[in-house]
């Protein structure tokens, strides 16, 4: 990252986002470093809200707290609180605090701003040395969909079948395709309404475009993939329901946690097996298991999303 001492006063509501071509997802989450612990986007991705996409924000957070660690340390977990909705004509600024900076552990506070100081998200990030010690990890589940190939599995826009109407209305997740993210379906009924014995949903996905070597810009990568479609388990068994009186189910982000377990890539085949143990009083869990397509456990995450029911 670039320091723009130029811009160092600026403040981010005076600087509006450049133009993103929608596939660079290295582009999306390069930030500007304005002083030491100050780090500015440059670049906005809208959600189906209007607001900045949660994912942009879990990955820029991480990259802005990855520049003020040494290299031989690795993201081992981000724990975020998105407090605001982004407003994409905004930069936002991201400060970084050194919370711990031991012999194996480094430890950072990130807080996301714009116009007015008004604040967007607040993470913890740690970093750790990679260490000889034991190692364990849970198998994938037979079922869950490692056996496919993704290359051979249906997109988003290949699902054919009337429920999704209700699903596009209801919960406002679209069927199209995304420009940056390819996404598959081992199993096309995940992507469909069922009952609540079933909050349980699997994919593949993976970047469109390679993203080189930097174990920093990977880690970022997949906290951006990390955000999409994670809490559909959540939310997707009350679709019949609200779709028969007509009633619309708003979701949005907040609160998100990655570990990282082993080393990944963003550009390559992961699948995520995600269920949901609990939807109560306007908030839903989801909870995801990371899998290679070797089948080890890259990473696990989290997301509590709102659940509020409209007329």
């Known amino acids: 990252m670039d320091t723009l001492s130029a811009e160092a006063g600026i403040p981010p509501e005076r600087e509006s986002p450049t133009e993103w071509n929608g596939r660079d997802i290295g582009q999306l989450l390069w930030l500007a470093r304005v002083s030491e612990s100050r780090f500015r986007s440059r670049r906005a991705e809208t ?13 820029q957070a991480l990259s802005a707290a990855s520049e003020t660690v040494s290299k031989d340390r690795f993201a081992s977990c981000l724990q975020l609180v998105f407090a605001a909705g982004g407003l994409p004509d ?6 970084v605090q050194t919370l711990q900076e031991g012999k194996r552990f480094s430890a950072r506070h990130v807080r996301g701003l714009q116009q007015g100081g008004r604040i967007l998200c607040d993470a913890s990030v740690t970093f750790a040395k990679a260490l000889e010690s034991p190692a364990h990890e849970a198998p994938p589940p037979p079922d869950c969909g490692l056996d496919r190939d993704p290359e051979n599995c249906p997109t988003l826009e290949d699902v054919d079948d009337p429920r999704v109407q209700d699903v596009e209305r209801t919960l406002n997740y679209m069927y199209r395709p995304h420009k940056a993210i390819d996404m598959r379906a081992p199993f096309v009924e995940d992507l ?7 909050l349980r949903m699997r994919f593949w996905i993976r970047l469109r475009q390679s993203l080189g070597d930097t174990p920093e810009l990977h880690a970022a990568a997949f906290a951006y993939l990390s955000d999409y ?35 990944l890539r963003a550009d390559a085949w992961l699948l995520f097996d995600c269920v949901s143990p609990s939807g109560a009083f306007g908030r839903g869990l989801a909870i995801a298991r990371v ?5 080890d456990l890259v990473a696990s995450a989290t997301q509590e999303c709102l659940l509020a029911a409209t007329a």
């Not at 899998?291 to 089948?295: E, I, L, M, V, W």
């Open 47 to 59: 959600n189906e809200h209007g607001r900045i996409y949660g994912g942009q924000i879990l990955g």
């Open 90 to 95: 905004q930069a936002i600024d991201f400060d």
């Open 192 to 198: 469909l309404p069922r009952t609540l014995a079933e």
């Open 229 to 263: 479609w994670i809490n559909f388990a959540a939310c997707i068994a009350h679709v019949s329901a609200m779709a028969e009186r007509d009633a619309h189910l708003y979701v949005a982000s907040l609160n998100h946690a990655v570990w990282f377990h082993r080393p």
């Open 291 to 295: 899998y290679s397509r070797a089948g």
